[in-house]
């Protein structure tokens, strides 16, 4: 390689071109540079994508060791599904409310961090610190604060409320779960919008003072349009992440009391891994592939009409 | 802090005594706006209390006697503290093996994943190369592909190979399959960003390309690099459906993993040796994030502004 290049750059008329080109050189160190990412998604997703629309299409169950070729009957076992709904469902109150608390929340902490006032760097730190702590670690904490005589109700009854068991309650556990993974990781998009709310140039914030525009409606309409790119960006990153919550139920409420908390993925994992139903499970992922592929066009489209303008 | 506060309020008062009316806005301004600061400190102490206690509780508890546990009123300090919690959890689990599975686990793919994407992303937005954009829109596959839509088939392709209630599959899932994906284009938005003068100087002084991207392009991409390695250890460090998938006897599970499982003979969950185990998971991110916080905050900010 060093002879090559050498004799490349320092023989201005080489008598025959060599085969080593500046532009085959490129074209080799390029293949090889992507090759071992290329190797594993071909390996590890492209290849599991196959397989795994193959698989469900299949009746499969690995205990009683059957592996029979039954067509589209897992679709319609999915479609007669009586869970189904319920599960959709659940993971549909899941996301909505984690995106919606988990935005508003963040834009709130966004803007009060954003002002200058001695020590609010402690404050960034505190607010990001769960982000770092271990997923099961904290979701263990907040199941042990959540138990029916745990901290949370204590401190309730000595201000003399009763409070529920939260975590088995229909009306409360998928509110809890909701809640432990808002704290959990609101940090991130709160630090997402402080870059986000820096960017804003203080000149608008001057002009409409003068102008006499409230804080409120400077707020509205000159932040928010401002910001628009970063609330699209995160709810497009927190909406694809809520599908995949699976810690969180199987460690809070393994899908329970009922059903109510039974998201897709703690779904898939119980018809799978529980009941050894491959097939079924198979069928239940590429539900959730197409969910997520729906969802993130979905929002890319509204992203080109909704936000106010684009760096690029 | 007080002092010097009031004292940077009263020396405008003493530089520019007379002007009484001006004077007395400004102090009515001055008052109001400590009244308002007043508010903005007790309002973030409040919304910090769901952010900061329950790691307060963990550690606290941890050191309390299984009856303390739920005592009322709660004990916001322990009154009796028993440190055996944190005996039993290394008598109860391999819980030093399952500390090392994950940390060996965690560095091996933070480094091989930061190798992996620093290679393919610098490829991606430097070099020319036939096919370069066909395979960068399949390499992006991965990011539209959550890991749980290919578990059961990746569990079946490792359980052929013999892999299963092994690490393999936590180590190499994630270095070249989806989850470095998000790692590459990472990268790759770093290296077009970057200016590109330096590494056309040194082409033309005939250096090839491997040797400009190890010599040049790398050194210059260290916040890059930096931000990928923290997401990509706490990824590894918190992943817990590959884990419960793939392995099956405590000496090889990893710490998410083993939290769950200290429980008693009926399967409820022995608490304070669980929450003495999470502390002993949580506490030292923690620390190494209270140390280097800047990076931390900055390298996973930069990778949302894709």
């Known amino acids: 390689m060093a002879a090559a290049s050498t004799a490349l750059t320092s023989t201005p008329a080489?008598?025959?071109?060599?085969?080593?080109?500046?532009?085959?050189?490129?074209?080799?160190?390029?293949?090889?540079?992507?090759?071992?990412?290329?190797?594993?998604?071909?390996?590890?997703?492209?290849?599991?994508?196959?397989?795994?629309?193959?698989?469900?299409?299949?009746?499969?169950?690995?205990?009683?060791?059957?592996?029979?070729?039954?067509?589209?009957?897992?679709?319609?076992?999915?479609?007669?599904?009586?869970?189904?709904?319920?599960?959709?469902?659940?993971?549909?109150?899941?996301?909505?409310?984690?995106?919606?608390?988990?935005?508003?929340?963040?834009?709130?902490?966004?803007?009060?961090?954003?002002?200058?006032?001695?020590?609010?760097?402690?404050?960034?730190?505190?607010?990001?610190?769960?982000?770092?702590?271990?997923?099961?670690?904290?979701?263990?904490?907040?199941?042990?604060?959540?138990?029916?005589?745990?901290?949370?109700?204590?401190?309730?009854?000595?201000?003399?409320?009763?409070?529920?068991?939260?975590?088995?309650?229909?009306?409360?556990?998928?509110?809890?779960?909701?809640?432990?993974?808002?704290?959990?990781?609101?940090?991130?998009?709160?630090?997402?919008?402080?870059?986000?709310?820096?960017?804003?140039?203080?000149?608008?914030?001057?002009?409409?003072?003068?102008?006499?525009?409230?804080?409120?409606?400077?707020?509205?309409?000159?932040?928010?349009?401002?910001?628009?790119?970063?609330?699209?960006?995160?709810?497009?990153?927190?909406?694809?992440?809520?599908?995949?919550?699976?810690?969180?139920?199987?460690?809070?409420?393994?899908?329970?009391?009922?059903?109510?908390?039974?998201?897709?993925?703690?779904?898939?994992?119980?018809?799978?891994?529980?009941?050894?139903?491959?097939?079924y499970g198979s069928t239940l992922a590429i539900l959730l592939f197409v969910i997520v592929l729906v969802l993130t066009f979905a929002q890319w489209s509204l992203r080109r009409k909704v936000v106010f303008h684009e760096e690029r | 802090m007080k002092n010097a506060e009031s004292k940077r309020r009263a020396a405008p008062s003493f530089l520019a005594p007379p002007r009484r009316a001006r004077r007395d806005a400004a102090g009515l301004g001055a008052i109001s706006a400590a009244r308002a600061r007043l508010l903005i400190y007790g309002g973030m102490c409040v919304l910090l209390i769901p952010f900061v206690f329950p790691t307060w509780w963990m550690v606290t508890s941890s050191i309390k006697p299984a009856s303390d546990i739920f005592a009322f009123p709660p004990q916001l300090l322990p009154t009796h503290t028993d440190w055996s919690t944190y005996a039993q959890v290394f008598k109860l689990q391999p819980f030093g093996q399952q500390y090392w599975n994950s940390a060996y686990i965690a560095a091996l793919v933070t480094v091989g994943t930061m190798a992996v994407s620093s290679l393919a992303g610098y490829a991606f937005a430097r070099v020319r190369f036939p096919g370069a954009n066909a395979l960068f829109m399949v390499v992006l596959l991965g990011l539209l592909i959550p890991a749980e839509v290919t578990i059961v088939p990746l569990f079946q392709l490792f359980r052929r190979l013999g892999m299963v209630n092994t690490h393999w599959p936590l180590i190499l899932i994630p270095i070249f399959g989806a989850p470095s994906v998000f790692a590459t284009f990472v990268m790759r938005q770093f290296f077009i960003a970057l200016p590109v003068e330096l590494e056309e100087a040194a082409r033309v002084d005939g250096l090839g390309r491997f040797t400009i991207f190890r010599k040049i392009a790398l050194p210059l991409a260290r916040p890059a690099l930096a931000s990928v390695a923290i997401f990509t250890f706490l990824h590894s460090w918190n992943l817990y459906l590959e884990p419960i998938v793939f392995l099956s006897s405590a000496h090889m599970f990893t710490l998410p993993q083993a939290l769950t499982h200290f429980t008693d003979a009926y399967g409820g969950p022995l608490w304070n040796v669980q929450l003495a185990a999470a502390t002993l998971t949580a506490l030292p991110v923690l620390i190494v994030f209270v140390v280097a916080q800047k990076q931390f905050v900055e390298g996973l900010a930069h990778t949302g502004l894709k």
């Open chain 1, 14 to 279: 080489p008598r025959r071109r060599p085969y080593w080109t500046i532009a085959r050189r490129d074209a080799l160190a390029g293949w090889l540079f992507v090759a071992p990412q290329l190797a594993g998604i071909a390996t590890f997703v492209l290849l599991p994508l196959v397989l795994v629309a193959w698989f469900s299409l299949h009746e499969w169950n690995v205990l009683a060791n059957t592996f029979n070729f039954v067509g589209a009957r897992n679709y319609q076992q999915l479609l007669a599904d009586p869970n189904l709904p319920g599960v959709l469902g659940a993971s549909a109150v899941f996301s909505a409310g984690l995106v919606v608390f988990n935005l508003s929340l963040a834009l709130l902490l966004a803007v009060l961090l954003n002002q200058k006032l001695a020590g609010i760097a402690v404050f960034r730190t505190l607010f990001f610190s769960p982000v770092v702590v271990s997923l099961v670690a904290w979701t263990i904490v907040w199941g042990f604060l959540l138990q029916k005589n745990g901290g949370i109700n204590g401190a309730l009854l000595a201000l003399g409320i009763e409070g529920p068991n939260w975590l088995r309650s229909p009306g409360t556990a998928m509110a809890s779960v909701i809640v432990v993974q808002v704290f959990k990781n609101v940090g991130l998009n709160m630090v997402l919008f402080l870059a986000a709310l820096q960017g804003v140039p203080g000149e608008l914030y001057e002009a409409a003072r003068i102008d006499g525009v409230p804080r409120f409606k400077q707020f509205r309409r000159i932040t928010l349009p401002l910001i628009s790119p970063t609330i699209v960006l995160t709810s497009i990153i927190t909406v694809v992440g809520s599908l995949q919550v699976f810690a969180q139920i199987a460690v809070l409420t393994q899908g329970g009391p009922g059903i109510s908390t039974t998201v897709l993925v703690y779904y898939l994992y119980q018809q799978t891994f529980q009941f050894n139903m491959f097939g």
